[in-house]
């Protein structure tokens, strides 16, 4: 942190505004920060109190190009899925994935518990939700938990596109510029994601008990597949005030 805000004061500095002009640099304003978080990782690696902040030309001379930040002079997003296919992944969905994907799940036998108090909790603007899960208290004090996650296989079968390109990648790229998704939208926030807009889904349920003591009852633990309804679509932000005492019950308490 200290060695970020050294080259940040020094790129304010006059004096050496001026010597980046003379090599040429250009910086937009506002644009360094994303920049600065690289060069103050690439600098040295000595430890801290060690550290000395780099003159202007040491900067350049790593090879970071100024003038590409908050210009329109480079495709950022264009170098970011270049460096992603350098690197064995594949950033864009193949022709033909979306088309592939079924309107409704294959058949499969599921339990149904779209009755339980299921609740979800991500960002206010989130609708790619992929858990949701419930807890009930038992006779004797343990506590029943029920865990949620969408059971994307019933839409994406082993060997289809969408599991051939979710193999590739493994995960959403967040590259800083863009976001690279492992999974087409009408999946992730549509047919699969676990909202609460009264529609039933499927989930693979991990359900377990949870004794006084905080053991695990390991003869209670189960997984299966099950037909869910989310009834209540909870945020960090609501559910985080409530507990410091500084908001109302999430969802008026029903969940």
């Known amino acids: ?18 010597r980046m002009a003379a090599l040429d640099v250009r910086l937009a304003d506002g644009a360094a920060m994303p920049l600065l978080g690289a060069l103050a990782c690439r600098v040295d690696r ?8 780099p003159a202007i030309e040491d900067i350049v001379s790593l090879g970071v ?18 460096v992603l296919q350098e690197n064995g992944f594949e950033p864009d969905f193949p022709a033909g994935l979306e088309s592939s994907i079924p309107a409704a799940p294959r058949s499969e036998p599921a339990r149904d518990l779209r009755e339980l108090a299921w609740s979800s909790i991500d960002n206010v603007d989130s609708m790619d939700l992929d858990q949701i899960e419930v807890a009930e208290r ?4 343990s506590i029943r938990v029920l865990v ?8 994406a079968a082993k060997g289809s596109l969408a599991d051939q390109h979710a193999h590739a990648n493994t995960c959403t790229l967040y590259t800083g ?6 999974l087409p939208e009408v999946l992730s926030t549509n047919r699969t994601s676990l909202l609460a807009d009264g529609r039933s ?25 099950a037909q ?13 005030a409530w507990l410091e005492g500084d908001g109302p019950v999430p969802h008026g308490g029903a969940v």
């Open 138 to 141: 038992l006779p004797g004090g």
């Open 201 to 225: 889904r499927l989930a693979v349920v991990t359900e377990y008990v949870v004794r006084e003591d905080g053991s695990l009852d390991d003869t209670k633990t189960a997984i299966y597949i």
């Open 1 to 18: 942190g200290r060695r970020l805000l050294g080259i940040a004061k020094r790129i304010g500095d006059a004096d050496d505004r001026a």
């Open 228 to 240: 869910v309804a989310n009834q209540a679509k909870l945020a960090y932000e609501h559910v985080g």
């Open 177 to 182: 510029f863009h976001i690279f998704p492992m």
């Open 46 to 53: 000595r430890p801290l109190d060690a550290m000395e902040v």
């Open 65 to 82: 190009s100024f003038r590409a930040m908050g210009t329109s002079h480079i495709d950022m997003v264009a170098v970011a899925r270049r």
């Open 148 to 155: 949620g996650i969408a059971d994307v296989d019933a839409f």
